[in-house]
């Protein structure tokens, strides 16, 4: 039996990956998010009654951690698995964006994943697995698009933080990794990139997310792992 939160599961990849591992009845799956109503029909939409769900807003999560903690710990008791996958794009020109702007990426994408991982750390044994998700954009020596300034610097950031709290948790056994992705067709690249079409679906990667989120604690550890067919 494996006790997974996904962190930012109410649409695309984050509901596909939700609905994927929900498939095994022996999975207890809980997925957060703003969407209330999303929450409740991805709740209702696994056959084998399986996801939980917790409304929670990143950009304010010490708000939410303490409660959240109680959830958790009296919903899983431990969690095996954390899929950090939130996360929030705002596309403007460097010069153009606002400081609120640029708080509201880091909170959603750096920030709020951080403390999340601190929040759930107490719950962790040894061999459990954190899996951040970032992006080609936030990856070292990657092609750089106009626009997405503050957004790769929050993923970078995300990345970055993955090779470091490996090496912290390595007493404590709980393995780290990052999955730095390249166009997937979300809403968000099409926000990016209009009209752009992604070589990968979000239902295949996020089978693979699903996969290397159970399995790849085995092989990989403080690694940001590239998973692009493309960039964009």
Known sequence: MMNIVINGGTSGIGKEIALYLSGNKENNILVTGRNKTALEELREGA???NILTHQIDLEEFEKYARSFQKFVASHLGHVNVLINNAGLLIVNDFMRSSTEEARKMMETNFFGPAA???A???LMQKGSHIVNISSMGGYQGSTKYRGLSYYSASKAALSSLTECLSEEFRESG???NCLALGSVGTGMLEKAFPGYKAPVNTTEMAEFISWFA?????IFNGKVLPVALSNP
């Open 120 to 122: 759930l750390h107490h």
């Open 214 to 218: 159970i399995n790849g604690s085995k």
């Open 116 to 118: 999340l991982i601190r």
């Open 47 to 49: 056959g084998n009654r």
């Open 174 to 176: 709980i393995i780290v």
